[in-house]
């Protein structure tokens, strides 16, 4: 086996575990960013079909060289108002709609041809230093916003946490999204993604909700 390929096997081991032991399903998003095409055609060649990449630009040279599969891309990198255009036309899923002026462009932009993009609603959950994702109270305003618009599809909750050394205070976070998120599906009941955990707290996000978790470097390797 190659390196590669003892890692996917060893990553989708671990999750089927935490998840049967939460009696549900957590799916595997690949995080590609700095990564080769080549790098991402190999964990395609082993059955993985979703990736995520942070950059527009970067992700758009990827798909050129990779347009022979049929893969399943995520923006998972902040938002600029300017590149509106670009993620719906080149996403099948946004997890990082954090304002109320980004889901006008989106709906505008989505390419008639293909479904509508899927939408997660990025918090802030914990981190005061950060700059992306909304306040939890912006929520609901938000949420109902993405469903008025036939373009696009709400999904459910993404957040980062901050990397707290202390994993009780990263599985606290966790569980605040997820009760933001069980609150949600009150008002929305077709939302059936929960985006947290990555390489290193997966099992834990997995244990408090998580149905898709976003691994990069346990998969690929440490990025330079
Ligand atoms: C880079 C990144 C990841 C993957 O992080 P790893 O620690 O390498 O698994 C997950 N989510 C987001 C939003 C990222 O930017």
Redesign the pocket.
């Known amino acids: 086996m190659s390196s590669s390929e003892t890692a996917f096997t060893e990553i989708c081991a671990r999750i089927a575990h935490a998840a049967s032991q939460q009696k549900r399903a957590a799916a595997l998003l690949a995080?590609s960013?700095t990564k080769p095409a080549a790098a991402v055609r190999e964990l395609a060649a082993l059955g993985q079909r979703r990736f995520?990449e942070?950059y527009v630009q970067e992700a758009l040279a990827k798909q050129r060289e990779l347009v022979d599969l049929a893969l399943e891309w995520h923006l998972?990198?902040p938002l600029q108002s300017n590149k509106c255009r670009e993620a719906a036309e080149h996403f099948d899923w946004l997890q990082t709609l954090d304002r109320l002026k980004l889901i006008a462009p989106l709906a505008r932009f989505r390419p008639a041809a293909r479904g509508p993009l899927n939408v997660l609603i990025q918090v802030n959950v914990d981190d005061e230093t950060s700059k992306s994702g909304c306040r939890p109270e912006a929520v609901g305003e938000l949420a109902r916003a993405v469903a008025a618009e036939p373009r696009l599809q709400l999904r459910g909750l993404m957040a980062?946490p901050a990397p707290h050394a202390d994993f009780g205070l990263r599985r606290a976070a966790f569980a605040r999204l997820r009760g933001l998120f069980e609150t949600l599906q009150r008002e929305h009941p077709g939302l059936d993604t929960l985006s947290m955990g990555?390489?290193?707290d997966f099992e834990l996000a997995i244990a408090e909700g998580a149905t898709l978790v976003?691994?990069?470097?346990?998969l690929f390797g440490a990025r330079s």
């Open positions: 995080v960013k995520g942070n998972i990198g980062i990555m390489s290193e976003r691994i990069g470097s346990a």
